[in-house]
Antibody, heavy 122, light 107 residues
Framework: QVQLVESGGGVVQPGRSLRLSCAASGFAFTDYGMHWVRKAPGKGLEWVAFISYDGSGQYYADSVKGRFTISSDNSKNTLYLQMNGLRGEDTAVYYC???????????????WGQGTLVTVSS | DIQMTQSPSTLSASVGDRVTITCRASQSISSWLAWYQQKPGKAPKLLIYKASSLEGGVPSRFGGSGSGTEFTLTISSLQPDDYATYYCQQYNSYPLTFGGGTKVEIK
C-alpha cells in the first residue's frame, strides 16, 4: 500500500534553515508528481510546492517562492523540501502528498503523509 | 490567484441529516475541483475530484456537483464517522488553492 512518511521537522529560529524529507513506498515514485501542503495552527490547508514526476517542473506558492526549494531523489524514493529564511508564519504541520495521476490528475492529491511539525520561534 | 470561498465555516448537524457545503471560485475553474476530509491530527483524505468523481473506497453518500464557479459537496445521510473538516481545492491553475474549510459538528 502507498506510504508517505515525513521527517525533519522541529523547532528552528527565525531566519534559519530546515530540510524536510518524505520517504515514499508502495507505488512507482518515478511515475508521479509530488506536493507539499501545510496547515498552520488554527488555519486551513495551504498548498506549498509541486515537483513533476521527472523533476523537470516545479511550482511554488507566492508565500514561499525564493525561500523554499522542492526536490526529489528517485534513487531513494524520497521527496525533499529545503526551507531557508524561515519566518514565524511558516510554523505549520507540513504534509507531503502524491499526485493522483498525470495530466489533469497531476494536481489532485490522493495520498498524504501524517505530517511533520515545523515551529519557527526564537 | 484563484480564491476559494467555502460556506458555511461551521455546520451543526445530526446523524442522518442531509448536509450541503458550498464552494465558490473567484473565476471559472471548469470542473477542476477536489474535496478533502480531514479529522483532527490526521492527514486529509481525498473524497471527490473533477467536481463529481468519487474517489475509490469513498462511501456513496458523498456526492459532488457544480462547474464554473459554484460547487457543492453533499452528504446524503450524515454518519458518525463524517464529523470532520471539509476542504475544497481548485486545480485549474497554479498556485493551487484551498477553501477555508467547513467544520461539521455534532448537533
Amino acid at each position: 500500500q502507498v506510504q508517505l512518511v515525513e521527517s525533519g521537522g522541529g523547532v528552528v529560529q527565525p531566519g534559519r534553515s530546515l530540510r524536510l524529507s518524505c520517504a515514499a513506498s508502495g507505488f512507482a515514485f518515478t511515475d508521479y508528481g509530488m506536493h507539499w501542503v501545510r496547515k498552520a495552527p488554527g488555519k486551513g490547508l495551504e498548498w506549498v510546492a509541486f515537483i513533476s514526476y521527472d523533476g523537470s517542473g516545479q511550482y511554488y506558492a507566492d508565500s514561499v517562492k525564493g525561500r523554499f526549494t522542492i526536490s526529489s531523489d528517485n534513487s531513494k524514493n524520497t521527496l525533499y523540501l529545503q526551507m531557508n529564511g524561515l519566518r514565524g508564519e511558516d510554523t505549520a504541520v507540513y504534509y507531503c502528498a502524491k499526485a493522483r495521476g498525470l495530466s489533469t490528475l497531476t494536481n489532485v492529491l490522493d495520498y498524504w503523509g501524517q505530517g511533520t511539525l515545523v515551529t519557527v520561534s526564537s | 490567484d484563484i480564491q476559494m470561498t467555502q460556506s458555511p465555516s461551521t455546520l451543526s448537524a445530526s446523524v442522518g441529516d442531509r448536509v450541503t457545503i458550498t464552494c465558490r471560485a473567484s473565476q471559472s475553474i471548469s470542473s477542476w475541483l477536489a474535496w478533502y476530509q480531514q479529522k483532527p491530527g490526521k492527514a486529509p483524505k481525498l473524497l471527490i475530484y473533477k467536481a463529481s468523481s468519487l474517489e475509490g473506497g469513498v462511501p456513496s453518500r458523498f456526492g459532488g456537483s457544480g462547474s464554473g464557479t459554484e460547487f457543492t459537496l453533499t452528504i446524503s445521510s450524515l454518519q458518525p464517522d463524517d464529523y470532520a473538516t471539509y476542504y475544497c481545492q481548485q486545480y485549474n491553475s497554479y498556485p493551487l488553492t484551498f477553501g477555508g474549510g467547513t467544520k461539521v459538528e455534532i448537533k
